[in-house]
């Protein structure tokens, strides 16, 4: 038997079908999903992310910004979760549906 040549790694290869939240919104929305990836020069691969809201709202990005953290976040979140670690940080209390205690114990958001 002939050896086939070996195959080479594809980068990000289950980037079609994922999902995204942006940290601030992108054409007013937040909530994405890869519809398309394109192969770019130089090894690039290319994004194509739908609104999940609004489907004719279309991007391309590159995937490795997807990786961001500070612009990208794996998954739908929930707006208020996006936000949530910020308020944490600033007050010390969270919603207890979000998983969290609020800082006086009782659960109650005002």
Sequence with gaps: MA???PRQKQRFPHLLGSKWTSAQPVMGWRH???TAR???EGGLVF?????????QVRLWVNAATLKNRA???AGWIPCG????????????SLRPELGFITR????NVS
């Design 3 to 5: 050896r086939s040549k």
């Design 32 to 34: 994405f999903q890869v």
């Design 38 to 40: 394109q192969q770019g």
């Design 47 to 55: 994004a194509e992310l739908r609104a999940v809201c609004d489907p």
């Design 71 to 73: 612009l990208w976040q």
């Design 81 to 92: 979760l996006q936000d949530a670690a910020a308020d944490r940080e600033a007050t010390g």
């Design 104 to 107: 006086d114990g009782s659960g």
